[in-house]
């Protein structure tokens, strides 16, 4: 089902999608859906396995449901220390 | 009673941030600091910039420290780490755990800053001498910064 989202993008994926937000209409389920129509979209290169997700600023797992309306926050590999 | 976690764009001063630990029943304390290093894969680093995503980073090191505390007998423990643009030798992040004895306080310490390095949305770039930059542990980045070690 279509779902209208906020999509937002940090460290490399920031410079990969050109832009650190945008609102998408996908068809997604899960944020595994939502990870994997965006990196095709923006060209990136990084396994989901690597990355992490949040949705509307919780920690979540990629099989984690996406509703109309969530906020989806996309994390590339973490590095901190 | 300062946070447990804390970002931040200035310099850390461990010896300030040392000092809230203090707490009559401590025995022990354990510290670690992270720097900036001038290599990295064979290249030659003159700085490193980070970036962090600093409601979950707070949110999961919250739970980082709360699960230090639930595993050991600590009395405090704080993590501090930076963001921004930092210089060879400057310390990206510190640690500390005060405890009755030291073997809390090593194993502690070392729980945090490895969990903090896993879990905390925080990533880092590096900008080499060469002109070049690559975000750490993204491959598509090492593999524009580094085009002769391609996913060996």
Redesign the interface.
């Given at each position: 089902m279509s779902k209208s989202i906020t999509v937002r993008y940090?460290?490399?994926f920031r410079e990969?999608a050109g832009r650190d937000e945008e609102s998408v209409t996908l068809d997604v389920e899960t944020a595994g859906d939502v990870f994997e129509q965006l990196r095709d979209r923006h060209k990136?290169?990084?396994?989901q396995g690597?990355c992490?997700v949040?949705i509307n600023?919780e920690?979540a797992d990629w099989n984690t449901a996406v509703n109309d309306g969530d906020t989806v926050?996309l994390?590339?590999?973490?590095?901190?220390? | 009673m300062a946070d447990v976690i804390r970002m931040t764009d200035k310099p850390i001063d461990p010896d300030a941030c040392r000092r809230e630990l203090f707490d009559p029943g401590a025995g022990a304390y354990a510290g670690f600091e992270g720097w900036i290093r001038n290599e990295n894969d064979g290249h030659v680093v003159e700085r490193l910039e980070y970036e962090s995503y600093e409601p979950l980073a707070v949110s999961e090191g919250e739970k980082v420290i709360a699960e230090a505390r639930a595993k050991f007998p600590i009395l405090h423990a704080h993590c501090v780490h930076r963001t921004g643009m930092l210089e060879i030798g400057e310390c990206a992040v510190w640690v500390g755990v005060s405890s009755a004895h030291r073997d809390e306080a090593f194993n502690a310490c070392r729980f945090i800053i490895d969990q903090v390095k896993v879990r905390l949305p925080i990533w880092k770039k590096e900008h080499y001498a060469d002109g070049n930059s690559g975000w750490v542990n993204c491959e598509r980045c090492a593999e524009h910064a580094h085009p002769s070690a391609v996913l060996l």
């Open positions: 940090f460290a490399i990969q990136s290169a990084e396994p690597h992490k949040a600023d920690m926050l994390f590339p590999p973490v590095a901190g220390g | -």
